[in-house]
């Protein structure tokens, strides 16, 4: 019995990788979420999250994109761009 | 035989046919098929029981027929229709007291006998009901009726049922004539008498459903409102991925009506293909039989008797409506996430987060990820309900590749005994 819940036990940790994928985390994210939630060992998530990695090469390398192209433009840059352009925007309505 | 009869009979065929014109709306021919009733002999030779039962006794059956198909079925069988004569009648009271009417009385049968077991099963009876007796009586009446009757009891297996079903669809449910069923059953072990019994069973089967599904299809309505109020849309506005939305509603407990994914549209706890009189699986017990790997639900509650897992009936019958309960979780996950790799290219996923900027929310600008309120409901789901789908459906690691890799790393049990982090 222990092959089979194991078995569940490391889908059941799939499934819960492939929620934070949808929050769009990066694996250190997800590993601090599936271990303060759900109590997951750290080392199990990630080990699990690259299994998965090497099985869907593409789908992760397309994530990874994503990712890089989110730091390529930090948190602060985007904030300040969208305030400047709110602020032309009221300066133009103001004229 | 008196001579009195032929008299009688022109008398009584007259008023017979009359009441029958008004109460069935058709008219009969009466010279032939309505002899001396008193004589049950000479009826019974004359009424043509191959439809009914492939004996000929001495005892007229119990034909429960609602009218609408009686009046469908007349058409055809003229001869039956000399059963219906005998309410109006009170001659014929102590040998064919059959009482069909428009307001559905029940069927009394004729015999003393077949009274007691009608009674015996009026458990099954629905006094309420438009319709007749149950289809029971059939088998009382196999079993009261001496032993001449070879009338095989039937079965209604899963297949058969679906059969049924499929010819009900077909024909339409208003329309479904037992006659027209049975032709398109194709089944042979069957009387029209069968189909029929089992068709008002449905009927009433359904419409009791019906109720129950409109109650339940209100009550996750409500709750999926509730839901979003609570998780789906954060404090900034930001929603998750329209498509994300409602999945935190669906990690409320499970609803009590036999729903085990509660989807927020067009719930529907039918059990369309369920045979009533088998047993059923209770749905409280589905997540205890959730297999290794993920099947639908509807595949984990594939006990013998509750055998739909295939929702293509139940669309049809309802003109289209949504599909049926347990894979309605699958679908709605699943148009989302279909061909991942496209659903999240990276131009998508910027564009998700941009509008959050600048919006001057609680959350600090810096702050992209997800609430934790989200995260813990979305990883709580998974903790409380297993057998849900994956969200993604990513190609899952082989189980063997995990645990080498894991015991490379010193995790010997998986899953680990002792608690982690």
């Known amino acids: 019995m222990a092959g089979s819940s194991s078995a569940s036990y490391i889908h059941m940790v799939q499934h819960m990788i492939e929620k934070c994928l949808i929050f769009h985390m990066s694996k250190e994210e997800c590993v601090e979420a599936l271990s303060k939630h759900a109590n997951i060992t750290p080392v199990i998530t990630s080990t699990v999250w690259k299994e998965l990695e090497k099985e869907n090469k593409e789908f992760f390398k397309a994530y990874e994109e994503r990712q890089s192209k989110q730091e390529q433009m930090s948190e602060e840059e985007t904030n300040q761009m969208i305030q400047k352009i709110i602020s032309d925007s009221s300066k133009d309505s103001d004229d | ?421």
């Open chain 2, 1 to 421: 035989m008196s001579a009195l009869s032929p008299a009688r009979n022109s008398t009584r065929d007259d008023g017979e046919s009359e009441f029958l014109a008004t109460s069935c709306g058709f008219t009969i021919n009466t010279e032939e098929d309505f002899p001396e009733f008193t004589d049950h002999g000479d009826l019974l030779d004359i009424i043509d029981f191959d439809d009914l039962f492939s004996v000929a006794g001495d005892v007229l059956p119990d034909l429960e027929m609602d009218p609408e198909v009686l009046a469908g079925e007349l058409s055809d069988h003229m001869n039956t229709s000399s059963t219906i004569t005998t309410t109006s009648t009170g001659s014929q009271g102590e040998t064919n007291k059959k009482g069909i009417s428009g307001k559905g009385e029940e069927v009394i049968s004729k015999r003393d006998l077949n009274e007691t077991l009608v009674a015996e099963t009026v458990v099954n009876y629905d006094r309420k009901r438009k319709h007749s007796s149950s289809g029971s009586t059939k088998n009382n009446r196999i079993s009261s009726n001496e032993g001449k009757r070879k009338v095989k009891k039937v079965d209604w297996t899963p297949e058969l049922h679906r059969r049924f079903v499929e010819a009900v669809e077909q024909l339409g449910l208003e329309k479904a004539v037992p006659s027209r069923i049975l032709e398109l059953m194709g089944v042979h072990c069957l009387t029209r008498h069968n189909v029929a019994s089992h068709l008002q069973k449905y009927r009433s089967h359904r419409k009791h459903l019906l109720a129950r599904e409109a109650e339940a299809a209100n009550w996750t309505r409500k709750r999926h409102i509730y839901g979003l109020d609570s998780t789906g849309a954060n404090a900034n506005g930001r929603n998750k991925n329209g498509w994300l939305a409602p999945a935190p509603t669906i990690g409320f407990p499970t609803p009590p009506p036999a729903a085990v994914a509660s989807p927020p549209v067009n719930h529907h706890h039918f059990r369309p293909l369920h045979v009533w009189g088998h047993p059923t699986v209770d749905p409280s017990v589905m997540p205890h039989v959730w297999p290794k790997h993920l099947p639908p639900p509807s595949t984990a509650m594939a006990t013998p008797p509750f055998w739909l897992s295939d929702t293509s009936y139940w669309p049809r019958i309802h003109n289209g409506t949504t599909t049926y309960l347990p894979t309605v979780a699958t679908r709605f996950r699943a148009p989302p996430v279909a061909g991942i790799p496209q659903a999240l290219p990276p131009h998508h996923m910027v564009h998700n987060y941009k509008p959050d900027h600048g919006f001057g929310g609680p959350r600090s600008p810096v702050d992209l990820h997800p609430s934790k309120e989200s995260v813990d409901a979305a990883i709580g789901d998974v903790l409380t309900r297993p057998w849900l789908p994956l969200p993604l459906g990513l190609k899952p690691p082989t189980v063997d590749g995990v645990i080498t890799e894991l015991h490379r790393h010193g995790v010997s049990q998986v899953p680990p005994a002792a608690s982690c982090a």
